[in-house]
T-cell receptor, first 116, second 112 residues
């Protein structure tokens, strides 16, 4: 079973809204990731949560904040977003920490975010 | 820094034919892993195949196989007996130094 679920599938929000994206995996994986993907581009890593440690891509603005309530859930809180933040947001998980032999990442279906 | 290059932005092939997608990479790591991911219009990123750099044997998954040339830093994907469901964007990716780096992708269209 290599299922990663994401909700919602689509989200439209205004620049003053606060919303959250949810990601869940039931594979017992210890690392979870958030990626941002613009149209016709490869995914760009935003955050890694691995073995209770959060790693942040320094280019990600503070209007994005991850939260890991438990080892199977990773939320992405959104606040005061800009239209250029509109993209597909992908969540992934892996069994082991980044860079190890068990770091094959399995992706969820993504959330299509539109910021008006 | 590690890089992944896919030099074919788009490709198309007739159904049932064989197609090869190219990928070259560069890394200073001695231990790394290579992947091909498929992203169909439904947009979910699906793992197609994985290769450990320390293994000389090329990985195979049903109709999908790779040609891994470590000295040349080349990692091509061959799709045999292509099917309409293979239509997708294909990303080559390199895992090294705790980071997964993607190429820019190849859009593959299977023509009926």
């Amino acid at each position: 079973d290599t299922e990663v679920t994401q909700t919602p599938k689509h989200l439209v929000m205004g620049m003053t809204n606060k919303k959250s994206l949810k990601c869940e995996q039931h594979m017992g994986h210890r690392a979870m990731y958030w990626y941002k993907q613009k149209a016709k581009k490869p995914p760009e890593l935003m955050f890694v949560y691995s073995y209770e440690k959060l790693s942040i891509n320094e280019s990600v603005p503070s209007r994005f904040s991850p939260e890991c309530p438990n080892s199977s859930l990773l939320n992405l809180h959104l606040h005061a977003l800009q239209p250029e933040d509109s993209a597909l947001y992908l969540c992934a998980s892996s069994q082991g920490p980044p860079g190890t032999s068990t770091d094959t990442q399995y992706f969820g279906p993504g959330t299509r975010l539109t910021v008006l | 820094a590690q890089t992944v290059t896919q030099s074919q932005p788009e490709m198309s092939v007739q159904e049932a034919e064989t197609v090869t997608l190219s990928c070259t990479y560069d890394t200073s790591e001695s231990n790394y892993y290579l992947f091909w991911y498929k992203q169909p219009p439904s947009r979910q990123m699906i793992l197609v195949i994985r290769q450990e750099a320390y293994k000389q044997q090329n990985a195979t998954e049903n109709r999908f196989s790779v040609n891994f040339q470590k000295a040349a830093k080349s990692f091509s994907l061959k799709i045999s007996d292509s099917q309409l469901g293979d239509t997708a964007m294909y990303f080559c990716a390199l895992l090294g130094n705790e980071k997964l780096t993607f190429g820019t992708g190849t859009r593959l269209t299977i023509i009926p």
